[in-house]
T-cell receptor, first 115, second 114 residues
Framework: DTGVSQDPRHKITKRGQNVTFRCDPI?????LYWYRQTLGQGPEFLTYFQNEAQLEKSRLLSDRFSAERPKGSFSTLEIQRTEQGDSAMYLC?????????????FGEGSRLTVL | AQSVTQLDSHVSVSEGTPVLLRCNYS??????LFWYVQHPNKGLQLLLKYTSAATLVKGINGFEAEFKKSETSFHLTKPSAHMSDAAEYFCVVSRYNAGNMLTFGGGTRLMVKP
């Protein structure tokens, strides 16, 4: 396994700008998840794909957020018109469909700072 | 609905002494429970999991946890702390066989003094 990779690792942007994060899962994993982690808190579920289908979305995912996984491989998470409250670590994870519940493999995250 | 409460935000121990990180859960369903560890600038890593088999679960690096349904607890222990154990630990609950919906606790930062 080469692991889950995320890009960029750090992003500083001004309020109102759009940002996009990319996640490359472990190659044979068909499930891909996005979580958000704010300072001093545990990660919170945002959304989840099985192959290219987005199967669940948290109510945390406002209409300024959009996630895609067009070919069932890498995924992007775009935040439009960023707000200071969007500052957080965005975590991507992947798993096999048949793996035990909760056995997610996480990337190192993309840290967003909105000024 | 499900939730997790980690009872201590910070725990400090001396190297070689036991570690106890406390976790209580709430779940409307038969829960699956996990502990994940997050070292600085590293991704979250699964330490161990409980999925309705043995109530005493052994994980990596000498950690273990015991599922106590009557107390709705899933405390993490290790007999002897090592400096490399210093990290953030998360207790996690999911609905049994619903691995996509993980609910994380707030985390416990473990500090190990030499």
């Amino acid at each position: 396994d080469t692991g889950v990779s995320q890009d960029p690792r750090h992003k500083i942007t001004k309020r109102g700008q759009n940002v996009t994060f990319r996640c490359d899962p472990i190659s044979e994993h068909n499930r891909l998840y996005w979580y958000r982690q704010t300072l001093g808190q545990g990660p919170e579920f945002l959304t989840y794909f099985q192959n290219e289908a987005q199967l669940e979305k948290s109510r945390l995912l406002s209409d300024r957020f959009s996630a895609e996984r067009p070919k069932g491989s890498f995924s992007t998470l775009e935040i439009q018109r960023t707000e200071q409250g969007d500052s957080a670590m965005y975590l991507c994870a992947s798993s096999r469909t048949q793996s035990g519940a909760g056995e997610l493999f996480f990337g190192e995250g993309s840290r967003l700072t909105v000024l | 609905a499900q939730s997790v409460t980690q009872l201590d935000s910070h725990v400090s121990v001396s190297e070689g002494t036991p570690v106890l990180l406390r976790c209580n859960y709430s779940s409307s369903y038969s829960p699956s429970l996990f502990w994940y560890v997050q070292h600085p600038n590293k991704g979250l890593q699964l330490l161990l999991k409980y999925t309705s088999a043995a109530t005493l679960v052994k994980g990596i690096n000498g950690f273990e946890a015991e599922f106590k349904k009557s107390e709705t607890s899933f405390h993490l222990t290790k007999p002897s702390a090592h400096m490399s154990d210093a990290a953030e630990y998360f207790c996690v609950v999911s609905r049994y066989n619903a691995g996509n919906m993980l609910t994380f606790g707030g985390g416990t930062r473990l500090m190990v003094k030499p």
